[in-house]
Protein backbone atom coordinates (compact mmCIF):
# COMPACT_ATOMS: atom_id res chain seq x y z
CA UNK A 1 0.00 0.00 0.00
CA UNK A 2 2.18 2.89 -1.29
CA UNK A 3 -0.43 5.72 -2.99
CA UNK A 4 -2.00 5.83 -6.18
CA UNK A 5 -0.47 6.13 -9.37
CA UNK A 6 1.04 9.51 -9.18
CA UNK A 7 5.10 9.47 -8.49
CA UNK A 8 5.76 11.14 -5.49
CA UNK A 9 8.73 12.27 -3.64
CA UNK A 10 9.01 11.00 -0.27
CA UNK A 11 12.28 12.35 1.72
CA UNK A 12 12.79 9.85 4.64
CA UNK A 13 15.39 10.64 6.95
CA UNK A 14 16.99 7.93 8.94
CA UNK A 15 16.59 5.49 6.18
CA UNK A 16 20.05 3.79 7.36
CA UNK A 17 18.86 2.73 10.65
CA UNK A 18 16.46 -0.24 11.41
CA UNK A 19 13.01 0.72 10.68
CA UNK A 20 14.30 3.23 8.26
CA UNK A 21 16.47 0.77 5.86
CA UNK A 22 13.50 -1.52 5.88
CA UNK A 23 11.16 1.69 4.75
CA UNK A 24 13.17 2.54 2.10
CA UNK A 25 14.18 -1.19 0.54
CA UNK A 26 10.18 -1.85 0.51
CA UNK A 27 9.63 1.59 -1.23
CA UNK A 28 12.81 1.38 -3.73
CA UNK A 29 11.59 -2.51 -4.28
CA UNK A 30 7.89 -1.05 -4.92
CA UNK A 31 9.92 1.42 -7.65
CA UNK A 32 6.34 3.65 -7.42
CA UNK A 33 8.03 6.84 -6.04
CA UNK A 34 11.25 9.09 -5.52
CA UNK A 35 13.14 7.86 -2.18
CA UNK A 36 15.42 10.13 -0.96
CA UNK A 37 17.52 8.51 2.25
CA UNK A 38 18.96 11.62 4.83
CA UNK A 39 21.09 10.41 6.89
CA UNK A 40 23.79 11.41 9.00
CA UNK A 41 24.90 7.81 9.10
CA UNK A 42 25.78 7.61 12.83
CA UNK A 43 26.61 4.52 14.68
CA UNK A 44 23.42 3.32 14.03
CA UNK A 45 22.99 3.87 10.19
CA UNK A 46 24.90 1.92 8.02
CA UNK A 47 24.19 1.49 4.13
CA UNK A 48 25.43 -1.76 4.60
CA UNK A 49 21.65 -2.31 4.97
CA UNK A 50 20.89 -0.97 1.96
CA UNK A 51 23.43 -2.95 -0.14
CA UNK A 52 21.99 -3.55 -3.55
CA UNK A 53 19.55 -0.94 -4.08
CA UNK A 54 21.47 2.07 -4.23
CA UNK A 55 21.78 1.72 -7.80
CA UNK A 56 18.01 1.96 -8.16
CA UNK A 57 16.97 4.39 -10.47
CA UNK A 58 14.54 5.75 -7.96
CA UNK A 59 16.55 5.90 -4.90
CA UNK A 60 19.11 9.41 -3.88
CA UNK A 61 21.17 9.01 -1.02
CA UNK A 62 21.56 12.77 1.00
CA UNK A 63 24.83 12.23 3.67
CA UNK A 64 23.73 15.11 6.04
CA UNK A 65 22.59 15.86 9.20
CA UNK A 66 18.92 16.95 10.66
CA UNK A 67 20.15 19.64 12.40
CA UNK A 68 21.94 21.44 9.65
CA UNK A 69 19.50 23.80 8.73
CA UNK A 70 21.07 24.45 5.76
CA UNK A 71 21.86 21.33 4.07
CA UNK A 72 18.25 20.11 4.92
CA UNK A 73 16.78 23.26 3.16
CA UNK A 74 19.17 22.65 0.16
CA UNK A 75 17.86 18.72 -0.27
CA UNK A 76 14.34 20.17 0.04
CA UNK A 77 14.77 22.91 -2.63
CA UNK A 78 16.57 20.37 -4.73
CA UNK A 79 14.20 17.16 -4.56
CA UNK A 80 10.82 19.12 -3.78
CA UNK A 81 9.50 16.38 -1.68
CA UNK A 82 5.59 15.53 -1.21
CA UNK A 83 6.17 14.36 1.56
CA UNK A 84 8.84 13.66 4.95
CA UNK A 85 9.10 11.16 6.99
CA UNK A 86 11.11 11.77 9.68
CA UNK A 87 12.83 8.49 11.35
CA UNK A 88 15.99 10.06 11.84
CA UNK A 89 16.67 9.94 15.72
CA UNK A 90 18.96 9.03 18.67
CA UNK A 91 17.42 5.99 19.78
CA UNK A 92 18.47 3.85 22.27
CA UNK A 93 17.51 4.47 25.81
CA UNK A 94 20.82 3.57 27.61
CA UNK A 95 22.71 5.92 25.79
CA UNK A 96 20.37 8.42 26.32
CA UNK A 97 21.04 8.21 30.23
CA UNK A 98 24.77 8.36 29.29
CA UNK A 99 24.45 11.31 27.44
CA UNK A 100 21.04 12.77 26.95
CA UNK A 101 22.41 15.89 25.03
CA UNK A 102 22.74 13.87 21.52
CA UNK A 103 19.14 13.23 22.13
CA UNK A 104 18.48 16.44 22.26
CA UNK A 105 20.25 17.59 19.78
CA UNK A 106 18.83 15.57 17.09
CA UNK A 107 15.34 14.47 18.20
CA UNK A 108 14.44 18.00 19.31
CA UNK A 109 16.48 20.44 17.63
CA UNK A 110 17.07 18.28 14.47
CA UNK A 111 13.05 17.70 14.40
CA UNK A 112 12.62 21.67 15.00
CA UNK A 113 14.72 22.30 11.99
CA UNK A 114 12.98 19.72 10.03
CA UNK A 115 9.61 21.04 10.49
CA UNK A 116 10.75 24.77 10.15
CA UNK A 117 12.52 23.52 6.34
CA UNK A 118 8.83 22.51 5.58
CA UNK A 119 7.62 25.47 6.48
CA UNK A 120 9.53 27.68 4.29
CA UNK A 121 9.55 25.03 1.57
CA UNK A 122 5.42 24.82 1.76
CA UNK A 123 5.36 28.99 2.03
CA UNK A 124 7.63 29.10 -1.07
CA UNK A 125 6.75 28.48 -4.91
CA UNK A 126 7.11 25.12 -4.76
CA UNK A 127 4.40 24.21 -7.64
CA UNK A 128 2.35 21.49 -5.43
CA UNK A 129 1.24 19.29 -7.69
CA UNK A 130 -2.41 18.11 -6.73
CA UNK A 131 -1.94 14.95 -5.78
CA UNK A 132 -4.59 12.96 -5.04
CA UNK A 133 -2.58 10.40 -2.93
CA UNK A 134 -1.85 12.25 -0.55
CA UNK A 135 -5.32 13.74 -0.45
CA UNK A 136 -6.29 17.57 -0.47
CA UNK A 137 -3.43 17.68 -2.99
CA UNK A 138 -1.26 18.52 -0.14
CA UNK A 139 2.16 17.92 1.67
CA UNK A 140 2.76 15.62 4.79
CA UNK A 141 5.02 15.53 7.48
CA UNK A 142 5.14 12.25 9.34
CA UNK A 143 6.56 11.90 12.70
CA UNK A 144 7.62 8.75 13.57
CA UNK A 145 7.54 7.72 17.07
CA UNK A 146 7.14 5.56 20.31
CA UNK A 147 4.93 4.42 22.65
CA UNK A 148 7.85 5.01 25.38
CA UNK A 149 6.23 9.13 25.28
CA UNK A 150 3.45 7.56 27.39
CA UNK A 151 5.28 6.41 30.45
CA UNK A 152 4.98 3.34 32.13
CA UNK A 153 1.83 1.17 32.63
CA UNK A 154 1.27 -0.64 35.23
CA UNK A 155 -0.56 -4.27 35.11
CA UNK A 156 -3.50 -3.40 33.54
CA UNK A 157 -4.87 -0.63 30.30
CA UNK A 158 -3.29 -0.21 27.66
CA UNK A 159 -1.92 3.04 25.75
CA UNK A 160 -3.90 5.18 23.03
CA UNK A 161 -3.67 8.46 21.08
CA UNK A 162 -5.46 10.15 24.06
CA UNK A 163 -2.83 8.86 26.28
CA UNK A 164 -1.40 12.05 28.56
CA UNK A 165 2.58 11.98 27.35
CA UNK A 166 4.46 11.15 30.87
CA UNK A 167 8.39 10.09 29.42
CA UNK A 168 10.50 8.45 31.58
CA UNK A 169 14.48 8.62 29.68
CA UNK A 170 15.88 11.46 28.28
CA UNK A 171 15.52 8.95 25.02
CA UNK A 172 11.57 9.12 25.36
CA UNK A 173 11.32 12.98 26.83
CA UNK A 174 13.41 14.01 23.46
CA UNK A 175 10.72 12.16 21.42
CA UNK A 176 7.75 13.74 23.19
CA UNK A 177 9.27 17.28 23.14
CA UNK A 178 9.44 16.45 18.93
CA UNK A 179 6.04 14.89 18.92
CA UNK A 180 4.83 18.07 20.16
CA UNK A 181 6.68 20.21 18.36
CA UNK A 182 5.42 18.52 14.96
CA UNK A 183 1.74 18.92 16.82
CA UNK A 184 2.24 22.53 17.25
CA UNK A 185 3.70 23.39 13.89
CA UNK A 186 0.54 21.84 12.65
CA UNK A 187 -1.92 23.87 15.13
CA UNK A 188 0.06 27.10 14.77
CA UNK A 189 1.33 26.97 11.19
CA UNK A 190 -0.71 24.82 9.26
CA UNK A 191 1.93 22.23 8.85
CA UNK A 192 0.13 18.92 7.84
CA UNK A 193 1.70 16.60 10.32
CA UNK A 194 0.94 13.27 11.44
CA UNK A 195 2.63 11.76 15.05
CA UNK A 196 2.47 7.73 15.29
CA UNK A 197 3.40 6.34 18.02
CA UNK A 198 4.85 2.55 18.19
CA UNK A 199 5.53 -0.23 20.50
CA UNK A 200 8.89 -2.20 20.28
CA UNK A 201 9.78 -3.37 16.91
CA UNK A 202 11.69 -6.17 15.76
CA UNK A 203 13.15 -7.68 12.79
CA UNK A 204 15.97 -7.39 10.31
CA UNK A 205 18.57 -4.63 10.43
CA UNK A 206 18.29 -3.72 14.29
CA UNK A 207 21.60 -2.38 15.45
CA UNK A 208 22.96 -5.08 17.63
CA UNK A 209 22.74 -3.18 21.10
CA UNK A 210 18.93 -3.84 21.42
CA UNK A 211 17.46 -6.64 23.44
CA UNK A 212 16.48 -9.04 20.55
CA UNK A 213 19.74 -8.92 18.09
CA UNK A 214 22.42 -8.54 21.34
CA UNK A 215 21.17 -11.90 22.63
CA UNK A 216 20.78 -13.42 19.41
CA UNK A 217 24.55 -12.82 19.12
CA UNK A 218 25.42 -13.24 23.13
CA UNK A 219 23.98 -16.56 22.50
CA UNK A 220 25.77 -17.39 19.10
CA UNK A 221 29.24 -16.36 20.92
CA UNK A 222 28.34 -18.62 23.68
CA UNK A 223 28.74 -15.32 25.80
CA UNK A 224 26.20 -14.11 28.98
CA UNK A 225 23.03 -12.95 27.99
CA UNK A 226 22.08 -9.90 30.23
CA UNK A 227 18.86 -9.76 31.53
CA UNK A 228 18.33 -5.91 33.16
CA UNK A 229 16.42 -6.80 36.62
CA UNK A 230 13.96 -9.47 37.33
CA UNK A 231 13.33 -9.27 33.43
CA UNK A 232 9.40 -8.73 34.61
CA UNK A 233 9.46 -5.77 31.88
CA UNK A 234 6.57 -6.19 29.72
CA UNK A 235 6.87 -4.83 26.16
CA UNK A 236 4.56 -5.31 23.17
CA UNK A 237 6.39 -6.29 19.99
CA UNK A 238 5.58 -5.31 16.26
CA UNK A 239 7.22 -6.78 13.29
CA UNK A 240 9.05 -3.92 11.65
CA UNK A 241 7.60 -5.35 8.19
CA UNK A 242 3.76 -4.56 9.94
CA UNK A 243 5.31 -1.16 11.38
CA UNK A 244 6.37 0.05 7.64
CA UNK A 245 3.09 -1.13 6.58
CA UNK A 246 1.67 0.84 8.88
CA UNK A 247 3.47 4.13 8.56
CA UNK A 248 2.52 3.93 4.65
CA UNK A 249 -1.16 3.77 6.18
CA UNK A 250 -0.48 6.67 8.01
CA UNK A 251 0.91 8.72 5.34
CA UNK A 252 -2.03 7.82 2.71
CA UNK A 253 -5.05 7.13 4.97
CA UNK A 254 -4.05 9.72 7.88
CA UNK A 255 -5.46 12.82 8.59
CA UNK A 256 -2.97 15.92 9.13
CA UNK A 257 -3.16 16.49 13.05
CA UNK A 258 -4.04 13.19 13.97
CA UNK A 259 -2.29 10.64 15.60
CA UNK A 260 -1.75 6.84 15.23
CA UNK A 261 -1.21 4.26 17.45
CA UNK A 262 0.97 1.46 15.82
CA UNK A 263 1.24 -1.98 17.98
CA UNK A 264 1.72 -5.85 17.62
CA UNK A 265 -0.98 -7.07 20.83
CA UNK A 266 1.99 -9.12 21.86
CA UNK A 267 2.74 -8.32 25.10
CA UNK A 268 5.82 -10.74 26.56
CA UNK A 269 8.17 -10.34 29.42
CA UNK A 270 12.21 -9.20 28.24
CA UNK A 271 12.11 -12.80 29.96
CA UNK A 272 9.66 -14.58 27.55
CA UNK A 273 11.46 -12.95 24.96
CA UNK A 274 15.13 -14.09 25.95
CA UNK A 275 14.29 -17.74 26.62
CA UNK A 276 12.27 -17.99 23.03
CA UNK A 277 15.42 -16.59 21.64
CA UNK A 278 17.19 -19.64 23.95
CA UNK A 279 14.60 -22.49 22.51
CA UNK A 280 15.27 -21.51 18.86
CA UNK A 281 19.13 -21.08 18.95
CA UNK A 282 19.00 -24.53 20.72
CA UNK A 283 17.06 -25.46 17.36
CA UNK A 284 19.37 -23.35 14.98
CA UNK A 285 22.54 -24.52 17.55
CA UNK A 286 22.07 -27.47 18.79
CA UNK A 287 25.79 -27.95 19.92
CA UNK A 288 25.44 -24.69 21.84
CA UNK A 289 22.17 -26.32 23.46
CA UNK A 290 20.66 -25.08 25.93
CA UNK A 291 21.12 -21.56 25.46
CA UNK A 292 19.42 -20.96 28.12
CA UNK A 293 22.20 -21.10 30.55
CA UNK A 294 24.07 -18.22 29.30
CA UNK A 295 20.85 -15.71 30.82
CA UNK A 296 22.19 -13.62 33.39
CA UNK A 297 20.47 -11.04 35.16
CA UNK A 298 22.02 -7.74 35.97
CA UNK A 299 21.46 -4.66 37.68
CA UNK A 300 18.01 -3.01 36.45
CA UNK A 301 18.14 0.26 34.01
CA UNK A 302 17.77 2.95 36.31
CA UNK A 303 14.61 4.29 35.68
CA UNK A 304 12.77 1.54 33.65
CA UNK A 305 9.38 1.32 32.55
CA UNK A 306 7.77 -1.50 33.81
CA UNK A 307 4.85 -1.75 30.89
CA UNK A 308 3.94 -0.87 27.59
CA UNK A 309 0.88 -1.94 25.43
CA UNK A 310 -1.14 -0.41 23.00
CA UNK A 311 -4.86 -0.14 21.91
CA UNK A 312 -4.66 -0.06 18.82
CA UNK A 313 -8.11 -0.15 17.95
CA UNK A 314 -9.05 3.17 16.72
CA UNK A 315 -5.96 2.50 14.22
CA UNK A 316 -7.41 -0.33 12.90
CA UNK A 317 -10.51 1.64 12.30
CA UNK A 318 -9.49 4.86 10.61
CA UNK A 319 -6.52 2.99 8.70
CA UNK A 320 -7.19 -0.16 8.04
CA UNK A 321 -4.31 -1.15 9.08
CA UNK A 322 -3.55 -4.02 11.30
CA UNK A 323 -0.58 -6.70 12.23
CA UNK A 324 -0.02 -9.70 10.42
CA UNK A 325 2.79 -11.55 12.03
CA UNK A 326 2.79 -14.17 14.77
CA UNK A 327 5.61 -13.25 17.23
CA UNK A 328 6.88 -16.94 17.72
CA UNK A 329 7.07 -16.93 13.57
CA UNK A 330 8.87 -13.36 13.33
CA UNK A 331 10.92 -14.03 15.75
CA UNK A 332 11.97 -17.09 14.33
CA UNK A 333 12.22 -15.65 11.31
CA UNK A 334 14.42 -12.83 12.57
CA UNK A 335 16.81 -15.30 14.73
CA UNK A 336 17.91 -16.93 11.53
CA UNK A 337 18.41 -13.36 9.54
CA UNK A 338 20.75 -12.95 12.40
CA UNK A 339 22.38 -16.02 12.01
CA UNK A 340 22.76 -15.76 8.43
CA UNK A 341 24.06 -12.21 8.63
CA UNK A 342 26.38 -12.10 11.15
CA UNK A 343 29.11 -10.55 8.72
CA UNK A 344 26.54 -7.45 8.46
CA UNK A 345 26.55 -7.41 12.37
CA UNK A 346 30.44 -7.25 12.40
CA UNK A 347 30.36 -4.73 9.98
CA UNK A 348 27.89 -2.29 11.41
CA UNK A 349 29.26 -2.58 15.08
CA UNK A 350 33.09 -2.08 13.03
CA UNK A 351 35.06 -2.19 16.51
CA UNK A 352 32.97 1.00 17.91
CA UNK A 353 30.60 -1.40 20.12
CA UNK A 354 31.10 -5.13 21.59
CA UNK A 355 27.62 -5.77 23.10
CA UNK A 356 29.37 -3.83 26.21
CA UNK A 357 26.81 -2.78 29.10
CA UNK A 358 25.58 1.14 28.90
CA UNK A 359 23.21 3.40 30.89
CA UNK A 360 24.29 2.53 34.47
CA UNK A 361 24.95 5.02 36.86
CA UNK A 362 28.35 5.66 38.53
N1 LIG B 1 13.06 0.58 17.11
C1 LIG B 1 11.88 0.64 17.72
O1 LIG B 1 11.47 -0.33 18.37
C2 LIG B 1 11.03 1.87 17.59
C3 LIG B 1 9.72 1.81 18.06
C4 LIG B 1 8.91 2.94 17.92
C5 LIG B 1 9.41 4.08 17.32
N2 LIG B 1 10.70 4.12 16.88
C6 LIG B 1 11.17 5.36 16.23
O2 LIG B 1 11.42 5.05 14.88
C7 LIG B 1 12.51 5.82 14.40
C8 LIG B 1 13.56 4.90 13.82
O3 LIG B 1 14.01 4.02 14.85
P1 LIG B 1 15.13 2.94 14.58
O4 LIG B 1 14.99 1.89 15.59
O5 LIG B 1 15.13 2.58 13.14
O6 LIG B 1 16.44 3.79 14.89
P2 LIG B 1 17.97 3.49 14.59
O7 LIG B 1 18.74 3.96 15.78
O8 LIG B 1 18.16 2.10 14.12
O9 LIG B 1 18.29 4.44 13.34
C9 LIG B 1 18.30 5.82 13.43
C10 LIG B 1 18.80 6.37 12.11
O10 LIG B 1 18.82 7.82 12.22
C11 LIG B 1 20.07 8.30 11.73
N3 LIG B 1 20.39 9.55 12.43
C12 LIG B 1 20.68 9.71 13.75
N4 LIG B 1 20.92 11.00 14.00
C13 LIG B 1 20.76 11.68 12.83
C14 LIG B 1 20.88 13.03 12.46
N5 LIG B 1 21.21 13.97 13.37
N6 LIG B 1 20.65 13.38 11.17
C15 LIG B 1 20.32 12.43 10.25
N7 LIG B 1 20.23 11.12 10.54
C16 LIG B 1 20.45 10.75 11.83
C17 LIG B 1 21.06 7.19 12.06
O11 LIG B 1 22.24 7.30 11.25
C18 LIG B 1 20.23 5.95 11.76
O12 LIG B 1 20.32 5.62 10.39
C19 LIG B 1 13.01 6.64 15.58
O13 LIG B 1 12.48 7.93 15.48
C20 LIG B 1 12.45 5.92 16.78
O14 LIG B 1 12.22 6.82 17.86
C21 LIG B 1 11.52 3.04 17.01
Known amino acids: MSGGSERLCLL ?14 RLVREGRHLIVNLDKLSYAGNLDSLVGIEV ?8 ADVADGRAVARIMERYRPDALLNLAAETHVDRSIEG ?11 TTILLDAVRAYLR ?12 DGGFRFLQVSTDEVFGALGPVGR ?3 ASPYRPNSPYAASKAAADHLARAFGRTFGLPAIVTNCTNNYGPHQ ?4 LIPLAILKAENGRAIPVYGDGLQVRDWLHVDDHVDGLLAALFKGEPGETYVFGGEAERTNLEVVELICTIMDRCRPAGAPHRRLI ?58 RGERLGLLA
Open 12 to 25: ITGGAGFIGSNLVR
Open 56 to 63: APLYRFEH
Open 100 to 110: PQDFIQTNVVG
Open 124 to 135: GPRGVRANAALG
Open 159 to 161: FSA
Open 207 to 210: FPEK
Open 296 to 353: EHVDDRPGHDRRYAMDIRTTVARLGWRPTARFEDGLEATVRWYLDNLAWCRRVQDGSY
